[in-house]
């Protein structure tokens, strides 16, 4: 009988050859012909147990690959399929056991590296996965998953260049590799570059339609851009490839609340918790629908359990602060917002120091640094509390944006104020320098909020030159009430800036009231806007060429000091006209963001400021109604 002959009769051997055909069913009946002939073929258990756990049938898998281990114990590639069998069983110490055993028998043997480097992972041991990826890749430099995997881990601790290298070589061994595709466009949506994710995660679905999570990843990056039509349809889709997903039910509730559609958010962020109660992020999105609909309770318990099941998960914390400092609780929310520079989003990026933190002990004649983060606005709101922090100090340096430095100097002179000018600052080069903290944390170190602060005295100075050029131009509009009026946010987080954003078509109410002249403080390209509200209202809103809010801080802080009233969104507008002492009525979401808190009328930062917020969320009518009227009662005028 020649050789050929006899591999047809042998059922192991036709079992194989179908099997590394894709042929699962047929494969399975000549593996239990061939255990019919000799129920202890290792080789046959070993296999059945390897189709079974392609299957993704573990429980059946498990006791195959047992015995076969017990018949053939020098089998590395056993020992490898039954850690596998006791991974997808949620066993990890077995599995951990079986996969290092495999180890002992081959010490080279890449699959086992790489099984037990994403055991090492999942438990939290990242270091201990990149080594045994790094093996994996040296027994078998060609072998692509080893490379995703461990592009994976090292995007994990923020080695951001050695992650996408990896992951380029697993494409480059792989062209069609899915996953590895996925995981990219991860990394980039993660380093902020949306183009760049997009390509990637698209490139995904090109390759595998049903990919959720490269569906959930587009869905998350069109959400970011501001797409969110086009969000909430990757989404839809991301649950008709999986409708008992809760990742995905997660993710379509979070795009539904980012895009006014709470109610139906909070269902879906519901669901994905009926599915799965661990799933931290679920619990997280939910604390974010719960405040938008002020139930508060509610939401700092979702928050605090988000927390609980990702304590190392940092946008949870920070989710927990927002919270805690809306609803007044000061010390907890200022300790718990720390946390922000762990997050990894493009408006919170940390710095790096030589200087060691403070953190509010005993500064004992010591000279600290405050440097400024995020956007204008946060840079004038944590500046109030600098007067405190040159009490306790020997010597402050302000670090802020270029732009605020005059004002800065001015307002605080017994402060020394540098300029931001590049991620390595000159001001930490300063020898004096001893210790150092972002401007954000200034309220944890100084204790503000734990016993009844006041709102500071306005601290903002404007230049008395540029102020009385203001005032002479204002004059020259004629007589009546100056009114500055600014109606958007623009800022880095957008989601954000859109939920206190309003359109100017909104404020037709108060534009018609007599007795009011206006004045634009809006950032950015508005004269459409402006052009439309003179034709629409016959409402001519005053716009001084001679201000770039951009460019010239000091110019637009003296334009706004020379007013008789700001009517704003929360915006830089507000934070400056605030610290100026100007009176100043800001405009608000049904539940606004963390620094105006929750039902408050008055405000913890600046004096002169009024809160009218939004009966109802997404009440913008409503709430410039009430400005009109307090606006008409004010100029003296019928609204």
């Not at 090109?206 to 869905?219: E, N, S």
């Not at 020394?416 to 000018?421: D, L």
């Not at 951009?550 to 706004?560: E, G, P």
Request: charge should be negative; glycine fraction near 8%.
């Amino acid at each position: 009988m020649t050789g050929a002959a006899a591999a047809a009769r042998d059922p192991l051997a036709r079992g194989l050859a179908e099997h590394r055909a894709g042929r699962l069913d047929p494969a399975e009946g000549w593996y239990r012909d061939a255990l019919t002939v000799d129920p202890d073929n290792a080789r046959a258990l070993h296999l059945l147990g390897l189709l079974r756990l392609q299957q993704g049938d573990a429980q059946a898998a498990m006791p195959l690959l047992r015995r076969a281990a017990g018949r053939d114990p020098a089998d590395a590639d056993c020992r490898n399929r039954l850690g596998a069998a006791y991974a997808a069983l949620g066993n990890r110490i077995e599995a951990a056991r079986a996969y290092r055993g495999a180890l002992a028998l081959d010490p080279d043997h890449a699959e086992a590296h790489s099984n037990l480097g994403m055991l090492l992972a999942e438990s939290g041991d990242v270091d201990a996965a990149v080594e045994e990826y790094r093996r994996a890749i040296a027994a078998a430099p060609d072998f692509a998953e080893a490379h995703n995997n461990l592009a994976v881990a090292l995007a994990g601790i923020g080695r951001v260049e050695d992650a996408e290298r990896h992951f380029r070589t697993a494409l480059g061994l792989r062209p069609g590799y899915a996953d590895a595709r996925a995981n990219l466009g991860d990394l980039m949506l993660r380093l902020g570059d949306l183009a760049r994710a997009k390509a990637e995660l698209r490139a995904a679905i090109d390759i595998a339609p049903d990919h959720l999570q490269a569906r959930l990843l587009m869905a998350d990056a069109l959400m970011r851009q501001g797409a969110l039509e086009a969000a909430l349809d990757e989404a839809q889709i991301a649950l008709s490839v999986a409708p008992e997903s809760a990742r995905a039910h997660n993710c379509y509730g979070m795009i539904c609340q980012q895009s006014g559609g709470l109610h139906r958010g909070l269902a879906h962020l519901d669901h994905a918790l009926a599915l799965d109660p661990g799933l931290a992020d679920a619990h997280g999105n939910r604390a974010i629908a719960l405040t938008a609909l002020g139930r508060l309770d509610e939401a700092e318990g979702a928050a605090r359990r988000a927390v609980e099941l990702a304590p190392e998960f940092a946008v949870h914390h920070l989710n927990l602060a927002l919270i805690l400092l809306l609803r007044g609780k000061l010390e907890e929310g200022f300790a718990e917002y720390r946390w922000r520079f762990r997050t990894g989003l493009p408006w919170l990026e940390p710095r790096r120091f030589d200087q060691a933190a403070w953190h509010g002990e005993p500064l004992d004649g010591k000279a600290v640094l405050a440097w400024g983060e995020q956007g204008v606005g946060e840079e004038i709101m944590f500046a109030s509390l600098l007067p405190r922090l040159a009490d306790a100090a020997r010597r402050v340096v302000v670090e802020c944006d270029p732009r605020l430095v005059p004002l800065f100097r001015r307002s605080f002179a017994d402060l020394s104020v540098v300029a931001r000018a590049t991620l390595a600052a000159p001001a930490a080069r300063d020898a004096e320098i001893e210790v150092q903290l972002a401007a954000g944390d200034l309220p944890a170190a100084l204790r503000f909020g734990a016993g009844d602060d006041p709102a500071p005295a306005a601290y903002l100075v404007a230049d008395p030159g540029q102020l009385a050029a203001a005032k002479r131009r204002l004059a020259d509009l004629g007589p009546g009430l100056k009114v500055g009026i600014a109606w958007r946010s623009v800022g880095a987080n957008m989601p954000f800036s859109r939920s206190k954003s309003s359109s100017l078509a909104c404020w037709q109410a108060v534009l018609r009231t007599a007795g009011a002249v206006f004045v634009n403080l809006q950032h950015g390209d508005c004269a459409r806007e402006l052009a439309q509200a003179r034709d629409r209202f016959g409402v001519q809103i005053h716009d001084d060429p001679s201000v770039d809010q951009r460019a010239d801080l000091d110019a637009f802080a003296a334009q706004v000091a020379a007013l008789d009233l700001v009517v704003t969104t929360s915006n830089t507008t507000a934070h400056m006209a605030g610290a100026l002492g100007q009176e100043v009525w800001v405009v608000l979401p049904h539940v606004a963001d963390w620094r105006w808190q929750h039902r408050r009328s008055d405000s913890l930062w600046y004096p002169r400021a009024s809160l009218i917020r939004q009966p109802q969320p997404g009440d913008w009518a409503g709430a410039l109604a009430e400005v009109a009227r307090r606006l008409g009662a004010r100029a003296g005028g019928a609204s």
